[in-house]
């Protein structure tokens, strides 16, 4: 089992292209969004009269070749790539979702998670709805077909639809003419709009927007509902009180090269790392990171503290879904496979290692023992987030709060346990003035407790 939070998913979607190109340009925005999700991925894409879709579990590579591209054929599409955290990992969750509604076929691309699924669903099941996954998506969508239905108008439809759904989301649903966007009153999870030429683009981060070379407009608003059609873009807000966009974003979801909400995130962990060593003052012989997201904030500690940054680990990018996990009795094995210590910078010397999370406790133990058997002589583990000690229920994929290691014991005891030297965390005030530049308020209830959306917590 993963000792990391995982991001549920990422969404791409473009409207009026040339029809030779939208299902590659889906793929090419969700090939730059695959960090976010590697269980499944889908793409629908609509020619005006129909939707044409096909999805599958694996990576994006693995899901599509030209064959399948060429097939759907179309002006408009979305796209999705998944990290489940509603629903298990099988072909029936895999998005997007399909349905016939009578406004014809709809198909929805969903990141979040919501807090009153089960409410949701049962009310629809007694009205006589059947449901083909687990997800919450579907409960989505088909609220939106049901209330399109009662009002005849989808942008009406999506409002109803949000005043009564609970949660972190950002939705790219396709109609067979129009592409909407829209996203949480809260701004829990991101979504960022772009243009192409003549194409409008939406997607989860702007890396994806840059990767089919796209100019990013802004970020679609929390609580905004934007509708794409022949006759533009059409934008309509609804009622907002506080806005609390997901910290985990920053510290290790995006992509490092990606903005989200006017924050540039390799901003925001180079300032981590900054903030790391004036709350620590800790020097040592040498810096270095846990590939990827710790590698911007381990160049901030160096040049704040002035001890000399250099790679730690080699990490496999080869890897895929299909990897062999060890038996229990090798899993220090398996670690090594992905992190393997560049014994030359280690040997001898104090380091400085620095994470973005410790969430179990395991990986990060045995990353320690692998620094030690390389010849560090000492091993002090800096977080660049504050401890983990509540599970999320807005889109990320969170263990119990029995399994969370800073939920059961002090700092002091974690880093014992994990046989480090010394074990730092970034306060809360730390990483909320690495985050003040977001235009938004920050969401840290896996931090704190304090859930911006209630929840009944029963982890």
């Known amino acids: 089992m993963r000792d990391k939070l995982?991001?549920?998913?990422?969404?791409?979607?473009?409207?009026?292209?040339?029809?030779?190109?939208?299902?590659k340009l889906v793929y090419y925005g969700l090939f730059a969004l695959q960090h976010r999700g590697q269980e499944s991925a889908g793409i629908a894409v609509s020619d005006g009269q129909q939707i044409n879709y096909y999805k599958d579990e694996g990576l994006v590579q693995e899901v599509f070749d030209p064959k399948l591209l060429n097939?759907?054929?179309?002006?408009?599409?979305?796209?999705?790539?998944?990290?489940?955290?509603?629903?298990?990992?099988?072909?029936e969750n895999a998005q997007p979702v399909v349905i016939v509604s009578s406004q014809g076929q709809m198909a929805l691309a969903h990141n979040g998670n919501l807090v009153n699924t089960k409410e949701l669903m049962g009310e629809l099941e007694s009205q006589g709805a059947t449901f083909q996954s687990s997800t919450d998506s579907e409960t989505i969508l088909k609220l939106v077909a049901k209330n399109a239905m009662e009002t005849g108008d989808v942008t009406q439809a999506i409002k109803k639809t949000m005043g009564v759904i609970r949660g972190g989301y950002a939705i790219l649903l396709l109609t067979q003419d129009k592409l909407y966007a829209f996203r949480d009153p809260m701004g829990l999870r991101p979504l960022i709009m772009g243009r192409m030429d003549d194409s409008f683009v939406f997607a989860s981060e702007s890396c994806a927007i840059d990767s089919v070379k796209g100019d990013i407009i802004r970020d679609v608003k929390p609580g905004e509902i934007i509708c794409v059609d022949a006759d533009g873009i059409h934008s309509e807000q609804t009622k907002v009180t506080t806005t609390h966009i997901c910290s985990f974003e920053y510290v290790y979801f995006a992509r490092t090269?990606?903005?989200?909400?006017?924050?540039?995130?390799?901003?925001?962990?180079?300032?981590?790392?900054?903030?790391?060593?004036?709350?620590?003052?800790?020097?040592?012989?040498?810096?270095?990171?846990?590939?990827?997201?710790?590698?911007?904030?381990?160049?901030?500690?160096?040049?704040?503290?002035?001890?000399?940054?250099?790679?730690?680990?080699?990490?496999?990018?080869?890897?895929?879904?299909?990897?062999?996990?060890?038996?229990q009795d090798m899993r220090e094995?398996?670690?090594?496979?992905?992190?393997?210590?560049?014994?030359?910078?280690?040997?001898?010397?104090?380091?400085?290692?620095?994470?973005?999370?410790?969430?179990?406790?395991?990986?990060?133990?045995?990353?320690?023992?692998?620094?030690?058997?390389?010849?560090?002589?000492?091993?002090?583990?800096?977080?660049?987030?504050?401890?983990?000690?509540?599970?999320?229920?807005?889109?990320?994929?969170?263990?119990?709060?029995?399994?969370?290691i800073a939920a059961k014991k002090p700092i002091e005891d974690i880093g014992?346990?994990?046989?480090?030297?010394?074990?730092?965390?970034?306060?809360?005030?730390?990483?909320?003035?690495?985050?003040?530049k977001s235009g938004l308020g920050t969401c840290m209830a896996c931090f704190d407790g304090k859930y911006p959306v209630p929840v009944e917590e029963s982890k």
């Open 6 to 23: 995982n991001e549920e998913c990422g969404v791409f979607g473009i409207y009026n292209t040339r029809p030779e190109d939208t299902s």
């Open 71 to 91: 097939f759907l054929h179309g002006n408009h599409g979305i796209g999705h790539v998944r990290y489940s955290t509603t629903g298990g990992t099988t072909y």
């Open 257 to 327: 090269d990606s903005v989200i909400d006017g924050l540039n995130v390799y901003e925001a962990r180079i300032n981590m790392g900054k903030r790391l060593f004036k709350e620590t003052g800790r020097k040592a012989d040498i810096v270095i990171d846990i590939p990827d997201s710790g590698t911007s904030a381990a160049l901030g500690y160096s040049q704040a503290s002035g001890v000399p940054f250099d790679k730690g680990f080699y990490r496999n990018a080869y890897i895929g879904r299909t990897f062999i996990s060890p038996k």
């Open 333 to 404: 094995i398996g670690v090594n496979f992905k992190l393997s210590p560049i014994r030359r910078n280690v040997e001898g010397k104090s380091v400085i290692m620095i994470d973005d999370s410790i969430v179990r406790g395991t990986t990060i133990t045995r990353i320690v023992k692998s620094l030690r058997r390389a010849g560090a002589t000492e091993v002090h583990v800096m977080i660049t987030s504050p401890p983990v000690k509540y599970s999320c229920y807005y889109g990320i994929d969170t263990p119990d709060r029995s399994k969370l």
């Open 416 to 436: 014992i346990e994990i046989g480090a030297d010394s074990l730092s965390y970034l306060s809360h005030e730390g990483l909320a003035d690495c985050l003040k």
